[in-house]
């Protein structure tokens, strides 16, 4: 049996975790007394110093409002502003800065895909999702569903967590219009073969939308690899600020879409009888847009392309190990999902102890995980489990915090049990 005396710290030469900890100031103070353990990075992660000071040097230097041209703040907030554009636009590999278009969040640029192909959706088309998507990748499209006369249909996930590749084969058929699914699964850590399914989508005409909210802290996804039609994520799971995300389409597909919001900077010309649209990605972006929050997302992606990113994958792997050999130290202690790939997310459940009460009493100690359903409720129901308790890693976590996780779950089991 493994027990955390045994369990040695695997140091690594190529990534500096210490010197990284220290561009994340946050990380280095006491909660309840005890040093922070922050393993809540599936919910939000935190940020660098340099998506901190890109925010303040934008503010104290460069604020206006973008696109106005009449001054040179206005410029320099405008070149800032399409600046973070282009770096999101490298990020994913898409082909133009026309297919990037911000939004509030993956939660907003799933429902504008929603809205936007509702126009396409007819009575008995099916939309299929997957069994472990977030409520933002379900309810969207219900509302659409609701509205259209179109059902939503869920792919079946196996015991481990993965896709039921026969499920998806015997679902995906002539009535199937939109698949929507997830890359990585908040609660199960799951990375899903979304290569194949879009693949098998694609040869059925059907319109692919990937929520990439979990996948991008952990690795960078390649929009024209993938041949997906739509690919969203969250700016704050990716070290970057609240506030903003963005919305990957092909062109066709937005060109061919309504507008979501109406108001300025979205409009071509505006006339008490009719008004036309901007050209994209504007005119999906109505009112004056998140700019200090586009220049720290920009911010945040220049700073991971400065790490390692081996040695950034290789970390992120031992923690997930070293988590997964500690599970058998602690009695009672179950693991829901275990997916041969995943990233390091850990979801729990220990026999006589409430989700709620082990995220309570690990905060008493300076850890904060998350408990609850993880806005997952048709996962929890599949899985028979009220809520999970989850401990989601970043690339800044340590070898020795996975073990201060594990020696307090432990004590948790010991006194409580
Ligand atoms: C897989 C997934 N999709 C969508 C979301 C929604 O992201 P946001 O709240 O940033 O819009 C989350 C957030 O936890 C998520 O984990």
Known sequence: MTNLATAKTISNPVFDVDAIRREFPILSQTINGKPLVYLDNGASSQKPLAVLDAMDRYYRESHSNVHRGAHTLGDRATSAFEGARETVRAFLNAKS????????????????????????????????????????????????????????????????????????????????RILAITHVSNVLGTVNPVEELIRKARSHNVITVIDGAQAVPHFKPDVQALDCDFYTFSSHKLFGPTGIGVLYGREELLEAMPPYQGGGEMIERVTFERTTWNILPYKFEAGTPAIAEAVGLGAAIDYLDSLDRTGFEAAEKALLERANRLVETVPGMEVIGTASNKVPVLSFKIAGLHPSDIGTLLDQQGIEIRTGNHCAMPLMDLYGVPGTARASFAFYNTLEEVDQLFAALQKIQRLFV
């Open 97 to 176: 800065t026309r297919q990037v278009i911000w939004t509030r969040g993956t939660t907003e640029a799933i429902n504008v895909i929603a809205n936007g192909l509702a126009g396409k959706l007819k009575a008995g088309d099916e939309i299929l999702v997957s069994h472990m998507e977030h409520h933002a990748n379900i309810v969207p499209w219900q509302m659409v569903a609701e509205r259209t006369g179109a059902k939503v249909i869920p792919i079946h996930v196996t015991t481990a967590g993965e896709i039921d590749m026969e499920s998806f084969d015997s679902l995906l058929g002539e009535r199937t």
